[in-house]
């Protein structure tokens, strides 16, 4: 059954369960370090569910980089010495 917007799967519908040593929401892509972005909370780190996905945890995930405001490098033809 599709999702509305914003909707997220119930631990019922996607088998969500004791991750017992294996794969786990804690090394799932969909993982956000809280919660989940497609299934309804509680989620916790060593629990699994059928739509796990292999990949660096939303919470881990590298941030924007810092430091330099976008638009704001040097100006066009400006040099730099
Ligand atoms: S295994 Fe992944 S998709 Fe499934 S509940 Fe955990 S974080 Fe969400």
């Known amino acids: 059954m599709p999702?509305?917007?914003?909707q997220k799967f119930s631990h019922d519908a996607c088998?969500?369960?004791p991750a017992e040593?294996?794969?786990?929401?804690?090394?799932?892509?969909?993982?956000t370090g809280g919660?989940?972005?497609i299934v309804e909370d509680?989620?916790?780190a060593d629990m699994l569910c059928d739509f796990h996905a292999p990949g660096q945890?939303?919470?881990?995930a590298a941030p924007e980089p810092s430091g330099v405001p976008v638009g704001m490098g040097m100006p066009r033809g400006a040099r730099p010495f």
Do not use: D, S, V
């Open 57 to 60: 945890p939303q919470a881990e």
């Open 35 to 37: 919660g989940c972005q």
């Open 42 to 44: 509680p989620i916790a």
């Open 21 to 31: 040593g294996g794969p786990a929401c804690g090394n799932c892509h969909h993982f």
């Open 15 to 17: 088998g969500y369960r």
């Open 3 to 6: 999702l509305e917007a914003g």
